[in-house]
């Protein structure tokens, strides 16, 4: 069992930067691999980044390559999104999920997803 909590979405004007939090608790958390995942209104939840148990390996949507970056501190159970140069089309309520890597570029998720944190990027 994994309980995920996300936290750090606000407004913020394009071109800026943001920092998403996930807290994780229950001891199964640093064995999984971790992800993001973000849904617009009005559109499907998609994939964002994930990044493996032991953060030796990181995989990120084409949309996002060079302006987010994924990273984990298993000793507190957290994971994080660093997000720069955010675009408004970054808008969305963005999800934590715990899961594994079915090869270096498919993630899949189990389930076990946060209530989720709203990013809004305005023009």
């Known amino acids: 069992q994994v309980q995920l909590v996300e936290s750090g979405g606000r407004l913020v004007q394009a071109g800026g930067s943001l920092r998403l939090s996930c807290a994780g608790s229950?001891?199964?958390?640093?064995?999984?691999?971790m992800a993001w995942f973000r849904q617009a209104p009005g559109k499907e939840r998609e994939f964002v980044a994930a990044i493996s148990w032991d953060s030796t390996h990181s995989y990120y949507t084409d949309a996002v390559k060079g302006r987010f970056t994924i990273s984990r501190d298993n000793a507190q159970s957290t994971v994080f999104l660093q997000m720069s140069s955010l675009k408004p089309e970054d808008t969305a309520v963005y999800y934590c999920?715990?899961?594994?890597?079915?090869?270096?570029?498919?993630?899949?998720?189990?389930?076990?997803w946060g209530p989720g944190t709203q990013v809004t990027v305005s023009s």
């Open positions: 229950g001891r199964a958390f640093r064995t999984y691999a």
């Open positions: 999920n715990a899961g594994f890597f079915t090869s270096r570029t498919s993630y899949t998720s189990e389930d076990y």
